[in-house]
């Protein structure tokens, strides 16, 4: 083997330019463009540079970029991820954890309709969240450009300490002891232990109209397929979004609306009977709860459930009229607000078939209860409510395809929500139902809640018993997509990246 010296070796490197000469031919290089921020949060693995990408790469080439990664071997998985986290450095859950945030929150609903949909659509949902983020953090920019600073290591407690700082952090609604008291529980402890901390908080408040349990309930879902050893800037925003109060006084020391339910229900707990999972199935105590929800104060919501629970009224039973009463709110008055009523007590359910402390499970379902005649409440402040109900739904005269539902729908929804009925109590499978529905979102829809809703509620309806999912199903249409929307742009351009 030649024997190369250095400056040989240099030449040959270089094909004869000088090393200067080769080196000047790169440009130069600013102080600013060698420096590191240290003051960003920064992720483990190798996932930061995919994180980057998703950053840094222009709204109007980010698809095509990513495509690229991906017929390049970049992992479902993987690009899961980095979306995640990319939303939880770069978006801030303030004012409200929604509007922007939805970047965030949307992630496990796109998740599930990837999951659910069909091999040659199922990239379509993530590449619809990357460009939404893309929205969101645009947007995040004009608003003060925030992003998630690194956790202040020499405030970290001890592993033995850190669930009892946690708790009293949430208490006193401390952000800072309550930054570091998370870190420390996500290094120390298991997602289970984590878990169950933060459901007994995550649904205290009506503030944000349910996005803190939802953001809970997503976050961890999220989690568990693209691993807990990402788990710590998530729950870092998940508390950070959970504490948030803005324009009401701290309320450990006030006694503010949104909080007056979680604080009643609190006491509650303790009214339910210790049998309270054994019961009879009772369509009739459904039927009266559905009613109550209609009209009643959150404080006799709560107390309705109890009364059922008490008089040996199955869980079953009261899921159900929890389901249809956010169903019910659908058709009252389609919107915003109504949608909401159906995302968090999808959220709320989650947290509840979770946990595995009696006392937070009871809480969960006394809070579900409570919320919807807040939901109700502030869909009414935004307009009349039909006086519909939805044990009422009557099926349409002749019978319809799932093609002819979702075509009505786009002309009269009330005809296609009574279609959808008829369809569905002629022994129509529901199934053929949700998978045109989920089409329908990847083709038509523009907005976080599209897939928020859909992903919420084409899940719910198998939790309802039998004498109730058609209504609950039926009661979704008024929300959902139809088939005489225009198809998206974006699902042209996603198309064509990933050929």
Known sequence: MKDWKRREFLSAATGGLSLGAMISGLGSLTAADVQFNDNIARFPGDIEPLVQLLEESPRES????????????????????????????????????????HAVLVVNSAHLASQASANEERWLPIFWAIDNFKSSQARDVREGNWTMSPVDEAAIPKASQAASRLRDALNKWDESAADV???SMVRHH?????????????????RSIGHKVIYLSNAFRTLQTIGWDYAEPVMRSLVYAMLNHTGDPNPSTSDLAPDQPGRFNRQRVAEISPNWLDGRADDTATRDLIRTLHTCTPDEASRAVVDLLG??????????????????????????????????TNAIYHAFKTTANDETRRYLLLQNASFLPMFRDAAQDRGD???T????????????????????MGKDRNLGARMAYRFLTDGGNPQSVVSQARRLVFLKGNDSHDYKFSSAALEDYRALSPAWRNRFIAAATFQLRNSTEPTRALVTRIESALA
């Open 62 to 101: 980010v698809i095509e970029e990513v495509a690229r990664r991906v017929q390049a071997g970049l992992s479902y998985r993987e690009l899961l991820a980095a979306l995640l986290l990319a939303g939880v450095r770069n978006v801030q859950p303030r004012p409200s954890v929604g509007f922007k945030f």
């Open 181 to 183: 008291a998370i870190a």
């Open 190 to 206: 298991g997602a289970n232990r984590v878990f169950e901390e933060l459901a007994a908080f995550a649904a205290r408040d009506f």
């Open 311 to 344: 008089s040996g009224i199955h869980l079953q039973s009261i899921w159900d009229g929890i389901f249809c009463s956010a169903g019910e709110l659908l058709m009252r008055q389609r919107g915003i607000v109504a949608l909401h009523s159906v995302t968090t």
């Open 385 to 387: 409510l039909a006086d």
């Open 389 to 408: 109900h939805i044990d009422e739904i009557s099926a349409s005269d002749n019978a319809a395809n799932v093609a002819d539902i979702f075509q009505t």
